[in-house]
């Protein structure tokens, strides 16, 4: 039975919808804070991890992949994993503004990936 993806391009897409989907939960455990209640908090600092386990997953996979992912996508997902590493720091050093500003470019740059991960051709042979 031949699968109607090749199963590099099947595993890269699932790597970064993963990631995806927890960078925009965050987004949204963070806007939920806006409303000053501090209960929040905690679901951002646990989706926190899952979103930074998942960056640096992801850029492993693309890493064993790359044949498949090429230069750019593996490239792209290693910006995000430290970007994400970076916006973790500056989250846990309460640093508020910067936070703010580099989780927007990490949702940007995990919409690209994804957006072009998709669009990957699949591998020949």
Do not use: N
């Amino acid at each position: 039975m031949k699968l109607p993806i090749h199963p590099h391009l099947l595993i890269l897409r699932s790597a970064t919808t993963v990631t995806l989907s927890a960078l925009i939960s965050q987004a949204g455990w963070a806007s939920a804070m806006l409303g000053r209640d501090p209960s929040y908090l905690r679901m951002h600092s646990i989706g926190a991890w899952v979103a930074l386990f998942s960056c640096w997953a992801a850029a492993g996979i693309y890493t064993v992949l790359r044949a498949t992912a090429g230069r750019v996508l593996t490239v792209l997902a290693w910006s995000q994993a430290v970007l994400a590493s970076f916006q973790f720091l500056v989250g846990r050093a309460s640093v508020v503004d910067v936070h703010i500003f580099s989780g927007i470019l990490l949702a940007m740059l995990g919409t690209a990936l994804t957006s072009w991960t998709y669009r990957h051709p699949a591998p020949e042979g």
